[in-house]
């Protein structure tokens, strides 16, 4: 059977795709990133914005036009939002809900294999995210931000068992990965359901999975406790942090529901920077949120600039059926917000560049994840994208490089 992988959305999609992908190869089933000729197609699907559902139902349907004997199987938040106005789960085969995942899995090889052992009986490896090792350590948020509508789609947070995570780091680890990447839809609010922490995994994931570097995904401001600041800056823990900050206005804050404000904020930067100077700080901003003000909107922008953030995505808000904040009242004009986001997203390409520009003749560690005809890209620890001319790299492992130059996006290497 040849499944073919769609995702969109969050990392955390990523790492749920990532793990059935190598569990269906296991067992001998081909899986490649949109594959040429599959049998069935599976979609992770987002649902974080309107514009995220309409991509849903263009890949659905655009599916179904170029491959129309494959069966399509649709999963993540888009099913289990019980407001997109034109869902696509009538375009599908059929649909997991998020809390049914998991059962994906056997429902595939089950159709493999009606009845008995594998007609492909050689386990291969996946075509699917071979550089890095995405490792969902928690699910779900208890948190309860007015433009959201993930912690009900993702349930209440809860946390993978620390054994079996161990279990899996170092599984990545014998397979060749460089890189382990801890993903979760809430992650910093690992392990409160079993009395842990997200710096008690580390600690022992740094001991479980060496030598591969460990990368944190995005963690909200208010879940760093000190014990976690602690470790920035630790040796194999990547000099890469991305702390969504959405606005830089405490009264936009409240609007949104946020758990820290402005002050909050930059002293936590402050003191992940005295930790690890050279850290990579990328974040989550949303412009046009109800009730932003000019002055809202500038307290944003002075306080990137403080944070020197070296990458930042750049949402327009756009109301969400089923979430709190389309009733505050108060909305930004579509022509303000995206004249806002497109003051923002220039502020963010000139940061960036600023950032990049420091690491011009300097060591960098980077992981190799794509081959050109010509080229090998790869990221670095502190998170920029590095290309150099092609000596036979192989994908996923760490080499340092010095590069000499800007490329069009992100470094060079001679
Ligand atoms: S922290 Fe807020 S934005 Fe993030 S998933 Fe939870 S409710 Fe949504």
């Given at each position: 059977m040849r499944v073919s992988i769609h995702t969109l959305g969050c990392k955390v999609n990523f790492a749920e795709m990532a793990e059935l992908a190598d569990r269906l190869a296991r067992a001998g089933v081909e899986v490649h990133e949109d594959h040429p000729d599959p049998d069935v197609c599976v979609i992770n699907s987002c649902s974080v914005t309107a514009q995220a559902d309409r991509k849903v139902r263009t890949l659905v349907h655009g599916l179904r036009r170029r491959h129309p004997r494959a069966r399509v199987l649709l999963t993540g938040c888009h099913v289990d939002n019980p407001h997109p106005r034109a869902s696509a789960v009538e375009a599908a085969d059929v649909a997991f809900p998020n809390a049914r995942k998991r059962e994906i899995a056997d429902y595939l090889l089950a159709m493999q294999h009606p009845s008995g052992p594998a007609q492909s009986p050689v386990p291969g490896r996946s075509g699917f995210a071979r550089s890095r090792y995405?490792?969902?350590?928690?699910?779900?948020?208890d948190h309860r931000c007015t433009y959201c509508i993930v912690w009900r789609t993702r349930g209440a947070s809860s946390s993978e068992p620390e054994e079996q995570l161990l279990e899996r780091a170092r599984r990545a680890v014998s397979e060749g990965y460089g890189e382990i990447v801890l993903t979760g839809v809430d992650l910093g609010s690992f392990g409160r359901d079993r009395g842990r922490s997200l710096a008690g995994l580390l600690e022992r994931l740094l001991e479980a999975a060496a030598p591969a570097r460990?990368?944190?995904?995005?963690?909200?401001?208010?879940?760093?406790?000190?014990?976690?600041?602690?470790?920035?800056?630790?040796?194999?823990?990547?000099?890469?942090?991305?702390?969504?900050?959405?606005?830089?206005?405490?009264?936009?804050?409240?609007?949104?529901?946020?758990?820290?404000?402005?002050?909050?904020?930059l002293d936590l930067v402050a003191a992940l920077r005295a930790r690890a100077p050279d850290l990579a700080l990328t974040t989550d901003v949303i412009v046009g949120f109800p009730g932003e003000s000019a002055e809202d909107f500038e307290q944003t922008r002075a306080l990137a600039r403080e944070a020197a953030f070296s990458g930042m995505h750049v949402f327009r808000y756009s109301p969400r059926a089923g979430t709190a904040a389309p009733r505050l009242g108060l909305p930004v004009d579509d022509p303000v917000a995206r004249e806002r986001s497109a003051v923002l997203q220039e502020q963010a390409r000139i940061q960036q560049r600023a950032y990049e520009a420091r690491f011009i003749g300097r060591p960098l560690q980077v992981v190799w994840d794509r081959e050109f005809p010509a080229r090998v890209r790869g990221l670095s620890d502190n998170y920029i994208t590095v290309f150099a001319p092609r000596r036979g790299q192989a994908l996923g492992t760490v080499d340092t490089v010095r590069p000499l130059a800007a490329a069009e996006q992100g470094l060079l290497c001679a």
């Open positions: 995405f490792l969902k350590v928690q699910d779900g948020c460990l990368r944190l995904s995005s963690i909200n401001a208010n879940d760093f406790t000190p014990a976690l600041v602690e470790l920035v800056g630790a040796q194999r823990i990547c000099r890469h942090l991305h702390v969504p900050l959405q606005s830089g206005s405490d009264r936009v804050l409240k609007r949104m529901g946020r758990l820290y404000r402005r002050a909050g904020y």
